[in-house]
C-alpha cells in the first residue's frame, strides 16, 4: 500500500508566478489535510479536505490560496501570486476517517525567487 | 485557540542512553496527542499516540507520558541508537471532530555514537 504521494518535491516559482501542489492521499482515505512547515519551525494547519468538501480552511491565507479535493484525482493546493514569504516546506497527511491517525507525505519544498 | 510548546530546542545523548522529550500544551479540552519524528527533507513519520483518557502508553522503544493536570506530554526513548537522530514534534488535537493538528516548534535529538 502505498502511502502519501506528494509532486512535485520541490517546485521553484518567480515572484507572481502560481504555483499548484498535488497530494494523492493513501488508498481508502478520503481525508486530507495540508500543513505548511517554515525552516527550523513546527507545522503549521492550512485546510482539511473530504471528497468535494472543504470541512476547515481555518488556517488559509484568505488570499491567493486555495484548495480542492476533487471526486477524482488528487488534492491540489494553489498558490497564486507567489511571494517570497509563500516559501515553505508544504504537507499533505491523509486519515481513512474521523479519529484516526494522519500519515503524511514527503512534502513539497516551494522556493520563489 | 491551542498552544503548544516545548521545553528544549535540542538535546544531545549517548547512544544507548535513554531520552526524554517533553511537551506543554495550553488547551485542557485537547483530548488526543501524537509524537512525530522527522528527518531532514522527510514529513512527519507517526511514532506514538495517547488519548486523553490515558496516562501512559508504550510502543517498542518508546513511552509517552500524558499529565493532564499540568497539561504535559513527554516522550521517552529508551536504548537510542543513531537512527533516533531526528526532530521530534508533540501534535495535539483540540476536541473530538475538530481534527486540525496544532504543532510545537519541535526539539532536535542528537544521538552521539
Known amino acids: 500500500n502505498a502511502g502519501v504521494m506528494q509532486n512535485p518535491r520541490h517546485l521553484v516559482r518567480r515572484r507572481g508566478q502560481e504555483a499548484r501542489l498535488r497530494c494523492s492521499p493513501m488508498k481508502g482515505h478520503s481525508h486530507v489535510y495540508w500543513y505548511r512547515q517554515l525552516p527550523e519551525e513546527g507545522l503549521k494547519f492550512m485546510v482539511y479536505l473530504q471528497k468535494e468538501n472543504i470541512i476547515d480552511e481555518s488556517g488559509m491565507p484568505k488570499e491567493r490560496f486555495s484548495a480542492e479535493f476533487p471526486k477524482e484525482g488528487p488534492s491540489i493546493l494553489r498558490i497564486q501570486q507567489v511571494v517570497r514569504g509563500d516559501s515553505a516546506a508544504y504537507f499533505c497527511?491523509?486519515?481513512?476517517?474521523?479519529?484516526?491517525?494522519?500519515?503524511f507525505g514527503p512534502g513539497t519544498r516551494l522556493t520563489v525567487l | 485557540g491551542e498552544s503548544v510548546g516545548l521545553h528544549l530546542p535540542t538535546l544531545s545523548v549517548q547512544e544507548g542512553d535513554n531520552s526524554i522529550i517533553n511537551c506543554a500544551y495550553s488547551?485542557?479540552?485537547?483530548?488526543?496527542f501524537i509524537w512525530y519524528k522527522q528527518e531532514s527533507g522527510k514529513g512527519p513519520q507517526f511514532i506514538i499516540d495517547?488519548?486523553?483518557?490515558?496516562d501512559k502508553r508504550q510502543g517498542q522503544r518508546v513511552t509517552v507520558l500524558l499529565n493532564k493536570t499540568v497539561k504535559h506530554l513527554s516522550l521517552q526513548i529508551a536504548a537510542t541508537q543513531p537512527g533516533d537522530s531526528a526532530v521530534y514534534f508533540c501534535?495535539?488535537?483540540?476536541?473530538?471532530?475538530?481534527?486540525?493538528?496544532?504543532f510545537g516548534t519541535g526539539t532536535r535529538l542528537t544521538i552521539i555514537p
Open positions: 501534535a495535539v488535537r483540540p476536541n473530538f471532530g475538530n481534527e486540525k493538528l496544532t
Open positions: 495517547i488519548r486523553s483518557n490515558m
Open positions: 488547551n485542557s479540552a485537547s483530548d488526543y
Open positions: 497527511a491523509s486519515s481513512p476517517d474521523l479519529d484516526n491517525e494522519q500519515f
